[in-house]
């Protein structure tokens, strides 16, 4: 029986046992950590045939090697250990990998970018569901893609949102479409230069049959028309921005398409169908409307899944409005690109709620923006003490460290009131992992004390 050594016990890691142990592979399971929730886990996957070691990490001196190695979407591609298998011809892939190899027979949506996937790959997912298509999201969203391998039904469409991290670690993933939505530094402890970043996101595009650009990205823009000829863009900014592309665009209120570059024009749907707040959202509006009409989903579809899509939990999500004061969750804004994203989305003056775990990049336009929109700034996290001492750099002094949300969000209430504020923003431009194990978590702790706060008051 061959044998299959699988890194991280998380929703991927657990799918991917599953699925190899259906296969007929002897599977091992391992993870560094070790906690009460891991230990129900290992017990039960036990009971399934499926060894799991917790609080190890894996080990290629025992002469029992694997035949292949699978690796969880968190897991760095270039540790020691996967350096070494791969060196000694241990096949080494990801999660999303192994899940192409047992759905390729399915064509697949693939959207990476820095920010803007989970938004763009839900709206993609709404409207091919509302058309009647078995298309259900996975990735960095809903499903592990090894889940969706599980399900006994073939699907019609995969609708994976695909990150830097698993592109990676996938030899052969194919998209029928290819979606880049923005492009900004992040990650590059992990990937080391801005061209290694770039250079991993342009080859799910390379392997798609359909490319679909965001034209409204600064770098995307610079660096792909003329890399990309046959690419579709898309635009907010009007049918003269496409420089005689094909792609989507927005005119005059509607969403727009010329499927080649001397095509008629084709009205679409209205832009305003979709409720979401900023330019931005309709940006994936567009690479939304792009998918559907590449996999052939008539307008009308796409129209009612539009007017029925209320957004994306952790995304500017409206939480509760108490005294005219909108409290909003965007906790998924873990960089300073995103959250000046948020800051820029919403209403002025605002209260916001920022920091956890610093990430490097340009907080520049995220400065510039919080002097321009918020009457004041909250701080939590390790981040707290850093983000203050920039915010006195450029001469912005109304900020209080008040290192816990339970104490952020009564606080931004009381502020809101003093500066008449209308939004207390919660968007943090950083990780969650000093004080949560996920941006997600830290969300769900702001919505349940806002909640609290506006039922109590």
Not at 304 to 333: M, Q, Y
Request: aromatic residues 8%; contains cysteine; charged residues 20%.
């Amino acid at each position: 029986m061959p044998k299959a050594s699988v890194i991280g016990l998380g929703k991927s890691g657990i799918a991917t046992a599953r699925l190899l142990k259906r296969e007929g592979w002897e599977v091992v399971l391992t993870d560094s950590h070790t906690s009460t929730n891991l230990l129900q886990q290992q017990q039960q996957l036990a009971a399934e045939g499926i060894t799991v070691k917790l609080g190890y990490s894996l080990d290629l001196k025992s002469t029992d090697l694997s035949d292949l190695i699978v690796v969880s979407p968190g897991v760095p591609w270039d540790i020691p250990v996967l350096v070494e298998a791969r060196a000694l011809g241990i096949e080494t892939i990801g999660e999303m990998e192994l899940a192409w190899r047992h759905l390729q027979s399915s064509p697949w949506v693939g959207i990476t970018g820095t920010n803007g996937k989970t938004t763009t790959t839900a709206l993609i997912a709404a409207i091919f569901q509302t058309a009647g298509l078995n298309a259900p999201a996975c990735g960095n969203i809903g499903y592990a893609a090894c889940e969706v391998a599980l399900s006994e039904k073939q699907p019609d469409w995969v609708i994976a949102e695909v990150s830097s991290y698993q592109i990676e670690s996938s030899v052969t993933l194919a998209p029928r479409i290819g979606i880049w939505t923005t492009f900004t530094p992040d990650h590059l402890a992990r990937h080391k230069s801005l061209e290694n970043y770039y250079n991993i996101k342009a080859k799910l595009l390379l392997n798609s049959h359909f490319q679909v650009f965001n034209g409204d990205d600064p770098y995307l823009n610079k660096m792909g028309l003329s890399h990309w000829p046959d690419a579709y863009w898309t635009s907010v900014k009007g049918e003269d921005f496409l420089l005689g592309k094909q792609g989507f665009y927005i005119q005059d209120g509607w969403v727009v398409e010329k499927l080649e570059p001397i095509s008629t024009p084709k009205k679409i749907l209205s832009a305003s169908a979709l409720r979401m707040v900023g330019e931005h959202n309709h940006q994936n509006l567009l690479m939304a409307v792009a998918a559907a009409r590449l996999a052939g989903i008539e307008p009308d579809a796409i129209d009612t899944a539009i007017r029925k899509f209320s957004g994306v939990p952790h995304r500017l999500e409206h939480i509760c409005t108490w005294e005219g004061i909108d409290f909003i969750n965007d906790s998924k804004a873990t960089n300073y690109d995103a959250a000046l994203v948020g800051l820029v989305s919403v209403n002025s003056p605002a209260i916001l709620i920022a920091g956890g775990e610093a990430k490097p990049g340009d907080d520049t336009a995220w400065l510039n923006q919080i002097q321009a929109k918020a009457a004041a700034v909250l701080l939590i996290g390790n981040a707290a003490p850093a983000f203050a001492q920039r915010l006195q750099e450029v001469g912005y002094s109304n900020y209080e460290i008040v290192e816990t949300m339970d104490k952020a969000v009564p606080r931004s209430a009381e502020l809101a009131k003093q500066y008449q504020a209308s939004v207390v923003l919660l968007s943090p431009a950083c990780a969650s992992f000093d004080q949560y194990p996920n941006f997600e978590v830290r969300g769900d702790d702001f919505r349940n004390l806002c909640l609290a706060w506006c039922a109590a008051h």
